[in-house]
């Protein structure tokens, strides 16, 4: 369905919450994503097929990490991120 033919109040949801991806693709975060966090060494990589791929194990009480790094916003500011690992890029 394009977004064009979305309601308004759909419509508003998806520019709330929409990351954009390389090339003009909206991410829309839906069900379990919104408990994803930044980690510049993320344990779940996004595939670009239409599902992600766990990289590393996660133990029971670990957080769910995805590189915020891989959406970008044009409207958007750079903003700091501490991840807190050794390599961490500081700011998306």
């Not at 379990?32 to 980690?39: A, F, G, V």
């Not at 590189?67 to 890029?89: K, N, P, S, T």
């Amino acid at each position: 369905m394009g977004f064009a033919l979305l309601a308004e109040v759909e419509k508003a949801f998806v520019q709330q919450h929409r990351y954009t991806k390389a090339g003009g693709l909206y991410l829309v975060p839906c069900d379990e994503i919104i408990y994803l966090n930044h980690s510049c060494n993320a344990n779940i990589l996004d595939s670009d097929r239409g599902f992600d791929i766990v990289v590393s194990d996660i133990a029971e009480g670990k957080e769910a990490t995805c590189d915020y790094r891989l959406f970008h916003d044009a409207d958007e500011l750079a903003f700091q991120r501490l991840c807190g690992d050794q390599a961490c890029c500081k700011t998306v």
